[in-house]
């Protein structure tokens, strides 16, 4: 059966796979994390519980008069009377960004609140309507007088228009005989606009007398009591927080990985550093791949599993020490056809390396084979001048450095003159249980079993 080849879907859904199945405590702590942000927020974006109550303005009205009501009823006066009327005490400063109001179609004002509970935002809207309501009609009838003086005059002078041209169209009729020759003409035109304007200033008066009617508001009913809090609510907001912290832990995970350029395959490293890898040993540490858990933080990574890498395959358990000892022979078995004097090379970050080079350090003493152990800074490499048949031995844990890090370590053991023999990968394994001592051997009879 042929195996289908990997496409980037899979490899995607296989890396998201192993996000959830080795992160999956940092991702529950970052989504309740998330869900106590946001029930914060709701705080400020939460409007809670919302009505609605609709004041009518009768009679004729422009635009700009409809915006200038809707501000009447956010006005400071309105929202001081309303608040000193509720049961529950607020004050007109508390109200300001608690009242919306909007035109809506046929001259209805929407008066817009909210509150903490059903009952409080059904009182707002109702006592802001109300008040609204008294004061317009109070602002209306201090203006009534001189609004009424205003609409006789206007009155008056209409129908002093309507008397004048009735008598000039009277005057005019007498003299227009029964003739049709040019001045009858033009003076038949001349009444039919006469009567033209005598038809407008009617309509004019008629307009005046319903603008009568302006600056009464009523109140369309009382408001609805919600059934329960606007969106967005504390529960939302809450899973909305979770759900999008959740989602950032993933796709940071997997940005991390994309943008990890460490080194893990043999090839990748061997080019980077132009030798070849000798072997792969197994460093046995108490914790396997974890991090050490010291002071707070270390303890904090421990608790939320995020202490040992999630993209790699997980830690083996390690055969017994008697295998583990042979791949350290062997890479001193390989040594012996090279220089006389091999310098090992760890970096001093590098904690699986260190053991390693310390292994191999004191296998080599007990095998009486020269070799040497030095660390250099993994920022700025230094490698100490090239003796009489030299070379370095690199010592590095499978990713553990990028390509630019091993090329510039490379470029370090060039200047000092060193030649790179070879390296040797590191790998961590947890123990397994009690082990047997290696058994000792004679120093030729063991480098040569083990070439």
């Given at each position: 059966?042929?195996?289908?080849?990997?496409?980037?879907?899979?490899?995607?859904l296989?890396l998201?796979?192993?996000?959830l199945?080795?992160?999956?405590?940092?991702?529950?702590?970052?989504?309740v994390?998330?869900?106590?942000?946001?029930?914060?927020?709701?705080?400020?974006?939460?409007?809670?519980?919302?009505?609605?109550?609709?004041?009518?303005?009768?009679?004729?009205?422009?635009?700009?008069?409809?915006l200038?009501?809707?501000?009447v009823?956010?006005?400071?006066v309105?929202?001081?009377?309303?608040?000193?009327?509720?049961?529950?005490?607020?004050?007109?400063?508390?109200?300001?960004?608690?009242?919306?109001?909007?035109?809506?179609?046929?001259n209805?004002?929407?008066?817009?609140?909210?509150?903490?509970?059903?009952?409080?935002?059904?009182?707002?809207?109702?006592?802001?309507?109300?008040?609204?309501?008294?004061?317009?009609g109070?602002?209306?009838?201090?203006?009534?007088?001189?609004?009424?003086?205003?609409?006789?005059?206007?009155?008056?002078?209409?129908?002093?228009?309507?008397?004048?041209?009735?008598?000039?169209?009277?005057e005019?009729?007498?003299?227009?005989?029964?003739?049709?020759?040019?001045?009858?003409v033009?003076?038949?035109?001349?009444?039919e606009?006469?009567?033209?304007s005598?038809?407008?200033?009617i309509?004019?008066?008629?307009?005046?007398?319903?603008?009568?009617?302006?600056?009464?508001?009523?109140?369309?009913?009382?408001?609805?009591?919600?059934a329960?809090?606007?969106?967005?609510?504390?529960?939302?907001?809450?899973?909305?927080?979770?759900?999008?912290?959740?989602?950032?832990?993933?796709?940071?995970?997997l940005?991390?990985?994309?943008?990890?350029?460490?080194?893990?395959?043999?090839?990748?490293?061997a080019?980077?550093?132009?030798?070849?890898?000798?072997?792969?040993?197994?460093?046995?540490?108490?914790q396997?791949?974890?991090?050490?858990?010291?002071?707070?933080?270390?303890?904090?990574?421990?608790?939320?599993?995020?202490?040992?890498?999630?993209?790699?395959?997980?830690?083996?358990?390690?055969?017994?020490?008697?295998?583990?000892?042979?791949?350290?022979?062997?890479?001193?078995a390989r040594?012996?056809?090279?220089?006389?004097?091999?310098?090992?090379?760890?970096?001093?970050?590098?904690?699986?390396?260190?053991?390693?080079?310390?292994?191999?350090?004191?296998?080599?003493?007990?095998?009486?084979?020269?070799?040497?152990?030095?660390?250099?800074?993994?920022a700025?490499?230094t490698?100490?001048?090239?003796?009489?048949?030299?070379?370095v031995?690199?010592?590095?844990?499978?990713?553990?450095?990028?390509?630019?890090?091993?090329?510039?370590?490379a470029?370090?053991?060039?200047?000092?003159g060193?030649?790179?023999?070879?390296?040797?990968l590191?790998?961590?394994?947890?123990?397994?249980?009690?082990?047997?001592?290696?058994?000792?051997?004679?120093?030729?009879?063991?480098?040569?079993?083990?070439?």
């Amino acid at each position: 059966m042929e195996i289908p080849p990997l496409t980037d879907d899979t490899v995607r859904l296989a890396l998201i796979g192993q996000v959830l199945r080795r992160r999956w405590r940092l991702l529950v702590a970052l989504a309740v994390l998330g869900a106590a942000v946001g029930a914060g927020v709701s705080v400020l974006l939460s409007p809670g519980y919302q009505t609605t109550s609709s004041v009518l303005l009768q009679g004729p009205r422009q635009a700009d008069e409809l915006l200038t009501q809707a501000q009447v009823a956010t006005s400071s006066v309105v929202l001081d009377r309303a608040a000193a009327v509720l049961p529950w005490h607020p004050t007109g400063a508390d109200l300001q960004k608690k009242v919306t109001t909007s035109v809506a179609n046929g001259n209805v004002v929407a008066i817009t609140v909210s509150a903490d509970t059903a009952e409080h935002a059904q009182q707002l809207a109702d006592q802001v309507a109300q008040q609204f309501v008294k004061y317009s009609g109070q602002l209306a009838s201090n203006s009534a007088d001189a609004s009424v003086q205003l609409a006789q005059e206007q009155r008056e002078s209409l129908r002093n228009q309507v008397k004048l041209t009735t008598d000039k169209i009277s005057e005019l009729a007498k003299n227009v005989g029964g003739d049709l020759t040019v001045e009858s003409v033009q003076v038949r035109t001349q009444l039919e606009g006469l009567r033209t304007s005598l038809e407008q200033a009617i309509n004019d008066l008629n307009q005046a007398d319903l603008a009568t009617g302006v600056g009464n508001t009523v109140v369309l009913g009382p408001s609805e009591r919600p059934a329960g809090p606007a969106a967005p609510t504390l529960t939302q907001l809450a899973a909305g927080g979770a759900v999008l912290f959740f989602l950032v832990g993933v796709f940071g995970h997997l940005f991390t990985d994309r943008a990890d350029r460490r080194l893990r395959g043999e090839p990748e490293i061997a080019a980077a550093l132009g030798s070849p890898i000798l072997a792969g040993v197994d460093v046995t540490t108490p914790q396997g791949d974890r991090l050490p858990a010291t002071g707070l933080r270390g303890k904090l990574r421990r608790l939320l599993g995020s202490d040992r890498p999630w993209v790699l395959p997980p830690v083996a358990t390690s055969a017994d020490e008697v295998n583990r000892d042979i791949r350290y022979r062997r890479v001193l078995a390989r040594l012996a056809a090279g220089p006389t004097d091999v310098m090992l090379l760890v970096a001093d970050d590098d904690e699986t390396g260190k053991l390693a080079a310390g292994q191999l350090a004191e296998l080599a003493d007990r095998l009486s084979v020269p070799l040497r152990s030095f660390e250099f800074a993994a920022a700025r490499p230094t490698v100490p001048d090239a003796g009489p048949d030299s070379g370095v031995l690199v010592v590095l844990g499978a990713g553990s450095r990028t390509a630019w890090e091993l090329v510039r370590l490379a470029e370090a053991c060039s200047d000092a003159g060193q030649e790179v023999i070879g390296a040797v990968l590191t790998h961590p394994v947890r123990p397994s249980g009690p082990e047997a001592e290696p058994v000792a051997e004679a120093p030729e009879k063991a480098l040569a079993g083990s070439a």
